[in-house]
């Protein structure tokens, strides 16, 4: 297992950009706008008031290359600067009102559990990169689930069948992909640095 480190300490992908303040903030914005952009690959799924898009798999994928604090705060600006009217939620959208809202609260709390892990190496292999990423995703259900429930006035049941069941192959496969980029990401950055 490959735990590179320039200081001593395990690093995320994010921590290998020179520049701290200047880095720590373009990424978090970039962060931000990679999840705005792919919030707007939308697919609906019928009978569902809530779309499958590629933004929960950019919230985890950017939770896991910042980390904790740079993940959280890059899905916080997300949703803040999306609350005030910019329309780059699913379907360029905009606000905190509809069924799909609770599922950008949960990025926040899933960028900075993913981010966490990612700094303890669990995206350094692709069976701790599925861990991670499928604790990510019950984050995001966490806060979701109860949001469609009082949002489209569902019980759970109603909620859960319509909120996370259809959704569950399309994580999988998402969940896959960061399996493999991930680690793959972390032997290219290890073969950079032995070249050196």
């Given amino acids: 297992m490959?735990?590179?480190?320039?200081?001593?300490?395990?690093?995320?992908?994010a921590d290998l950009v020179p520049g701290a303040l200047v880095r720590d903030l373009t990424l978090v914005a970039g962060g931000a706008l990679l999840t705005g952009a792919a919030a707007q690959l939308v697919i609906p799924v019928p009978g569902s008031p809530v779309p499958m898009t590629g933004q929960t798999f950019a919230a985890l994928l950017v939770g896991a290359s910042l980390g904790m604090r740079r993940g959280a705060a890059s899905m916080l600006?997300?949703?803040?600067?999306?609350?005030?009217?910019?329309?780059?939620?699913?379907?360029?959208?905009?606000?905190?009102?509809?069924?799909?809202?609770?599922?950008?609260?949960?990025?926040?709390?899933?960028?900075?559990?993913?981010?966490?892990?990612?700094?303890?190496?669990?995206?350094?292999?692709?069976?701790?990169?599925?861990?991670?990423?499928?604790?990510?995703?019950?984050?995001?259900?966490?806060?979701?689930?109860?949001?469609?429930?009082?949002?489209?006035?569902?019980?759970?049941?109603?909620?859960?069948?319509?909120g996370v069941v259809p959704f569950l192959i399309g994580d999988a496969l998402k969940i896959v992909v960061a399996a493999g980029v991930l680690p793959l990401a972390w032997a290219a950055v290890a073969r950079v640095r032995k070249e050196d």
């Fill in 77 to 162: 600006l997300y949703l803040l600067v999306g609350a005030a009217g910019v329309p780059w939620f699913q379907g360029a959208t905009s606000g905190l009102s509809g069924a799909s809202a609770g599922y950008v609260v949960g990025f926040v709390f899933a960028g900075a559990l993913v981010g966490s892990l990612a700094r303890r190496g669990g995206d350094r292999t692709p069976l701790r990169t599925v861990g991670t990423m499928v604790l990510g995703n019950v984050v995001i259900y966490a806060f979701g689930v109860p949001w469609l429930m009082a949002a489209a006035g569902f019980d759970f049941s109603t909620a859960f069948a319509k």
């Fill in 2 to 13: 490959s735990s590179l480190s320039l200081t001593g300490r395990r690093q995320v992908l």
